[in-house]
């Protein structure tokens, strides 16, 4: 019993085991750090252009649904490319449209980019992301 109470006292001592490096799922992301702060847009051929800012734990910035838009990330770990497309048809109309998201996500550097044949397919990819 006193071996038993000294190698408890030992581990005790010694204190909370130290925390693995995050995880960087992809280039830059997928950390659990602290929260996040993103800046999501995105500029189309046509010259129009658009930009939010995203901040997740907690969730606020100027994203209309911010707690919607940390959730999606938050499933795929940060990945913007790994969001499952809805099952939507957009038009067949090129108007060209390229979506982008830097910033901070839990501790990691994330910057992504992605051109889109048009908003119709950007909003099916990337879901509440880019509702805006």
Not at 43 to 52: K, L, R
Not at 88 to 107: M, S, V
Request: glycine residues 14%.
């Amino acid at each position: 019993m006193i071996g038993f109470l000294a190698a408890v006292t030992a581990v005790l001592a010694a204190g909370p085991a130290p925390a693995t490096a995050p995880d960087p799922g992809y280039a830059g992301g997928g950390g659990r750090g602290p929260g996040a702060r993103l800046t999501l847009s995105y500029m189309a051929d046509a010259g129009f252009a658009a930009a939010v800012k995203l901040e997740c734990d907690p969730p606020g910035g100027g994203h209309p649904q911010p707690a919607e838009a940390c959730a999606e990330l938050a499933l795929v770990a940060g990945d913007p490319g790994k969001i499952e497309p809805a099952r939507t048809a957009c038009f067949l109309i090129y108007a060209p449209i390229t979506a982008e998201i830097k910033g901070d996500w839990h501790g990691m550097p994330l910057t992504w980019h992605h051109k889109y044949g048009n908003s119709c397919e950007m909003h099916r990819a990337l879901g509440v992301l880019f509702d805006f």
